[in-house]
C-alpha cells in the first residue's frame, strides 16, 4: 500500500521558535496533501488542504501566518510552526492523497504524527 | 454540514467475543464513510470504507460495517475480538465530491481483555 512518512517523529522546542515539520509520500505521486491538528484525547480536526503548486486552504481559525504550510512538489509537503508557544503543542498528522478524484473517492493515506511539545 | 457522533469514547470487550462500536453520521447529500484504527504512536490505518455501493461493507481483519440510512448509522463489528485490535478507532465521513475533506467522531477506544 502507499506509504506516507513524517519527519521528524517528535519534537521538543523553546516557547518563540520556529519548527519544520515534513510529510512526504514515499511511492506516490500526492497532488493533494492534507495537515491535521490532534490534542491528547480527542479527534483529528483539520487545518488545511494543500495542491502542488498552489497555495493552501485553511480552515476556519487557523491562523496562516502562523501556519505555514508549502507543498513544493508532488512527494512533499511541509508544515512550519512559526513562534511557537506551548499552546502549540500537539500531534500533527499529515495525510496524502493520490492523483485527481476517481470515481467518488481516492483515499488518503496517513502519515506516522509528529508530536510537538513547546516549552 | 456534515458530522459524525460516536456513541461510546471507551469500549472493553474480552477476547473471543464480539465487538460493536457505534456511529450516527448526519449529512445533507450522500455521504461516503469510514472507518479508521489509530494504534499507539502510529499514523491511522483505513479498515474500511462505503461509497455508496453494497451496504454491508467488509474490511480488513474481519472487520464489517453496515451503512443503514433510515437510521444514520454505521456502526462497526467483529465476530471476535483480538488482543491486537486494542486501539483508537475513527468513524469518518465525507461528501461524496466534496474534495475529500473528511470529517472525524471523537474516536472510540477498544480495550481487549484476556
Known amino acids: 500500500g502507499a506509504v506516507v512518512s513524517q519527519h521528524p517523529s517528535r519534537v521538543i522546542c523553546k516557547s518563540g521558535t520556529s519548527v519544520k515539520i515534513e510529510c512526504r509520500s514515499l511511492?506516490?505521486?500526492?497532488?493533494?496533501m492534507f495537515w491535521y491538528r490532534q490534542f491528547p484525547k480527542q479527534s483529528l480536526m483539520l487545518m488545511a488542504t494543500?495542491?502542488?503548486?498552489?497555495?493552501?486552504?485553511?480552515e476556519q481559525g487557523v491562523e496562516k501566518d502562523k501556519f505555514l504550510i508549502n507543498h513544493a512538489s508532488l512527494t512533499l509537503s511541509t508544515l512550519t510552526v512559526t513562534s511557537a508557544h506551548p499552546e502549540d503543542s500537539s500531534f500533527y498528522i499529515c495525510?496524502?492523497?493520490?492523483?485527481?478524484?476517481?470515481?467518488?473517492?481516492?483515499?488518503?493515506?496517513f502519515g506516522p504524527g509528529t508530536r510537538l511539545t513547546v516549552l | 454540514a456534515q458530522s459524525v457522533t460516536q456513541l461510546d469514547s471507551h469500549v472493553s470487550v474480552s477476547e473471543g467475543t464480539p465487538v460493536l462500536l457505534r456511529c450516527n453520521y448526519s449529512?445533507?447529500?450522500?455521504?461516503?464513510l469510514f472507518w479508521y484504527v489509530q494504534h499507539p504512536n502510529k499514523g491511522l490505518q483505513l479498515l474500511l470504507k462505503y461509497t455508496s455501493a453494497a451496504t454491508l461493507v467488509k474490511g480488513i481483519n474481519g472487520f464489517e460495517a453496515e451503512f443503514k440510512k433510515s437510521e444514520t448509522s454505521f456502526h462497526l463489528t467483529k465476530p471476535s475480538a483480538h488482543m491486537s485490535d486494542a486501539a483508537e478507532y475513527f468513524c469518518v465521513v465525507s461528501l461524496t465530491g466534496g474534495g475529500n475533506k473528511l470529517t472525524f467522531g471523537t474516536g472510540t477506544q477498544l480495550k481487549v481483555e484476556l
Open positions: 449529512s445533507s447529500y450522500s455521504p461516503s
Open positions: 511511492d506516490f505521486q500526492a497532488t493533494t
Open positions: 495525510s496524502a492523497r493520490e492523483g485527481f478524484l476517481r470515481g467518488s473517492y481516492n483515499e488518503q493515506f
Open positions: 494543500s495542491n502542488e503548486g498552489s497555495k493552501a486552504t485553511y
